[in-house]
Nanobody, 126 residues
């Protein structure tokens, strides 16, 4: 059974940082062959793509709202993808999900992803 597990969420003050992790068993979902994306859904908002990283060449893509503040990276040996979030704002408050689709390429469209984690809550508040 494919399972993506997010961790690292929590409560942080505006201007603070958090690092989210998305891990999976290499036996069920080998990140060497999957593009991994991060999505978020804030209160009363639709789910939006935040960032993604391709399987083949580590190309990355970011939503305009997080460019320059968030950084996505991967450690294929650990089968884990990270989302480093800096200079957090109250508007970043959301449940953050990681997702995966087989193959290379980049996408911030949720319908392109086949596998999803359960999400981790990020709250930015003073």
């Amino acid at each position: 059974q494919v399972q993506l597990v997010e961790s690292g969420g929590g409560l942080v003050q505006p201007g603070g940082s958090l690092r989210l992790s998305c891990a999976a068993s290499k036996h069920t979902l080998d990140y060497d062959y999957y593009t991994i994306g991060w999505f978020r859904q804030g209160p009363g908002k639709e789910r939006e793509g935040v960032s993604c990283i391709s399987s083949s060449d580590d190309m990355t893509q970011y939503a305009d709202s997080v460019k320059g503040r968030f950084t996505i990276s991967r450690d294929n040996a650990k089968n884990t993808v990270y989302l480093q979030m800096n200079t957090l704002k109250p508007g970043d408050t959301a449940i953050y999900y990681c997702a995966a689709f087989a193959g290379a390429g980049l996408s911030l469209y949720s319908q392109d992803y086949n596998y999803w984690g359960q999400g981790t809550q990020v709250t930015v508040s003073s």
